[in-house]
């Protein structure tokens, strides 16, 4: 079983939409949430930290819910720069501060 | 600015050659870096976890004899993957452990062995 997993899509939407991408994690012990953002053939790039009192940062809304083991990524009026992949990273400080990652989700906006 | 530095950012090598791929960390000491692969269309997989000073944790399915790791100082760490096959080819990053939740990685090296 995956520690996280993700819908990959491809989510093809006009400039303008809404989307919400969503994410469940199977270790109810992990600790810190994010979203990440990775463009084509390059590195993965925080996005925004996911917390259970939810947060917004302009058009984008994370949300962390830690009964459900369930975390959601809202972006409104989408630009064509959102188009890339996002991926859902949970925390867990086992042995080590370990990163676990979903497959991430295609986002195309188009014009 | 990165904190995280990885190179090279792209290689090609021939079949059976050994490749060796830097991850630095630029202003601040990781006693812990991480090595993840990403294969096209797929999510990053954790590969091991390399440790100043000590041997590296490999992850399950991970070929320790492959996929050397040496984590010889507090800013640098190295992953060769020897005897690379095509089937290595890759995407390559690591990431440095700051001690604060948000993983830092490096810029990624794509690997095309032919």
């Known amino acids: 079983r995956k520690e996280v997993e993700q819908d990959p899509g491809p989510f093809n939407v006009p400039e303008g939409a809404t989307v919400a991408f969503n994410c469940t994690y199977s270790n109810s012990a992990s600790q810190s949430f994010f979203w990440y953002r990775q463009d084509c053939r390059k590195e993965p790039k925080l996005l925004m930290s996911v917390y259970s009192s939810g947060n917004e940062d302009g058009r984008f809304t994370a949300q962390l819910n830690r009964a459900s083991q369930y975390i959601s990524l809202l972006i409104r009026d989408s630009k064509l720069s959102d188009s890339a992949t996002y991926l859902c990273?949970?925390?867990?400080?086992?042995?080590?501060?370990?990163?676990?990652f979903g497959t991430g989700t295609s986002l195309t906006v188009i014009p | 600015g990165a904190v995280v530095s990885q190179h090279p950012s792209w290689v090609i090598c021939k079949s059976g050659t050994s490749v060796k791929i830097e991850c630095r960390s630029l202003d601040f000491q990781a006693t812990t870096m991480f090595w993840y692969r990403q294969f096209p269309k797929q999510s990053l997989m954790l590969m091991a976890t390399s440790n100043e000073g000590s041997k590296a944790t490999y992850e399950q399915g991970v070929e320790k004899d492959k996929f050397l790791i040496n984590h010889a100082s507090l800013t640098l760490s190295t992953l060769t993957v020897t005897s690379a096959h095509p089937e290595d080819s890759s995407f390559y990053i690591c990431?440095?452990?700051?001690?604060?939740?948000?993983?830092?990685f490096g810029q990624g090296t794509r690997l095309t062995v032919v």
């Open positions: 990273v949970v925390n867990f400080k086992g042995t080590g501060n370990q990163f676990y």
């Open positions: 990431s440095a452990d700051r001690g604060i939740t948000e993983a830092f």
